[in-house]
């Protein structure tokens, strides 16, 4: 089983099965059982629902939200039937919790006591074609945000006798981690004060998870040039602290909490949300309202920007 990885934020949820099918059936590899389904004759194959291949050929993981919080949190692929007809009975498909499959992937195993799995074995209804295999956590709070957990599993029996595994496609692999509360997408509006080049900001961003009460963030319009912060909140006060990331341009960052610098050139306010950026965290509207910048060769540089979660 091959597994390449994506890493698309600094955390995520993504599955990877062990084989990855793309929409086209007329092709050389599909042909020759390299993906797809191998199951001669008569009989119909189970597998497990598997991830694309992009344009390049690289396995383009599942995506989805799970968030570092005390309420049950689910993660799910579906067990499906390769075949035009729904099935006409019950079908019932065990699968096997196989996490030797992570061996090479760089995933750490999930300790059994931080998920339950569904009881008995997976049932595909008939008259359908699938059913939803879940994951539950039930306390995502106690999983470690700074590590990226995996499980792997197997389909290893199939109830019906017109049915057989899917040998290229019977494993399974959940790539598991935690984005906290503040991680999302924002519109960000504001300021950019420059001694030679001031301008306004009006952009989107991402802020990916860091750790259990952080997230990252490009510093004004210069996230693509490597200046990149981390905003560190305060669950009890919503102050935010703000850092450099590891390896950042501009290093180190300062924060100014109550109002722009006045010398080294000295700034006033160019924009009406100004006054509304004193490094803090709103809860109740997931907006951020950050005031920071660093010392260039000429003075300081320093961005306004009041993050809106969307």
């Known amino acids: 089983m091959k597994?390449?990885?994506i890493r698309l934020n600094s955390l995520f949820l993504f599955a990877?099965?062990?084989m990855f099918l793309t929409g086209c059936l007329k092709d050389n590899d599909f042909e020759d059982g390299v993906?797809?389904?191998n199951n001669p004759g008569s009989q119909k194959g189970v597998l497990f629902q598997q991830s694309k291949v992009n344009a390049t050929g690289i396995q383009v993981p599942v995506v989805a939200g799970i968030s570092g919080i005390s309420t049950p949190q689910t993660i799910q692929t579906l067990v499906k039937i390769a075949a035009d007809q729904a099935v006409s009975k019950d079908l019932e498909v065990t699968v096997t919790l196989n996490n030797a499959l992570l061996d090479g992937t760089g995933l750490t195993e999930l300790d059994a006591s931080?998920?339950?799995l569904p009881s008995g074995k997976v049932l595909i209804p008939a008259g359908e074609k699938y059913a939803e295999f879940v994951v539950t956590i039930p306390d995502a709070a106690v999983i470690d945000p700074?590590?990226?957990y995996g499980l792997g599993f197997t389909i290893t029996e199939v109830s019906g006798s017109d049915y057989t595994i899917a040998s290229n496609s019977k494993d399974f692999v959940f790539g598991i981690a935690i984005k906290n509360i503040y991680?999302?997408?924002y519109h960000s509006t504001g300021y950019v004060y420059h001694p030679s080049v001031p301008r306004a900001v009006d952009e989107e961003k991402v802020l990916p998870t860091v750790d259990a009460r952080t997230v990252e963030c490009?510093?004004?319009d210069l996230g693509t040039s490597g200046y990149i912060s981390w905003l560190t909140v305060d669950p009890e006060t919503n102050h935010v602290t703000i850092t450099a990331a590891p390896?950042?341009?501009g290093a180190p960052y300062t924060q100014f909490d109550n109002g722009l610098p006045t010398t080294n050139p000295g700034y006033v306010p160019q924009w009406d949300g100004s006054s509304q950026c004193n490094n803090t965290y709103d809860p109740a509207t997931g907006t951020f309202y950050l005031r920071y910048g660093y010392m260039g060769s000429t003075g300081w540089r320093v961005t306004e920007e009041i993050l809106t979660k969307e």
């Open 247 to 249: 390896g950042a341009a």
């Open 218 to 220: 490009f510093l004004g």
């Open 183 to 185: 991680d999302g997408n």
């Open 3 to 5: 597994l390449k990885f």
């Open 114 to 116: 931080y998920y339950t």
């Open 16 to 18: 990877l099965g062990a």
């Open 146 to 148: 700074s590590v990226v």
């Open 35 to 37: 993906y797809g389904i």
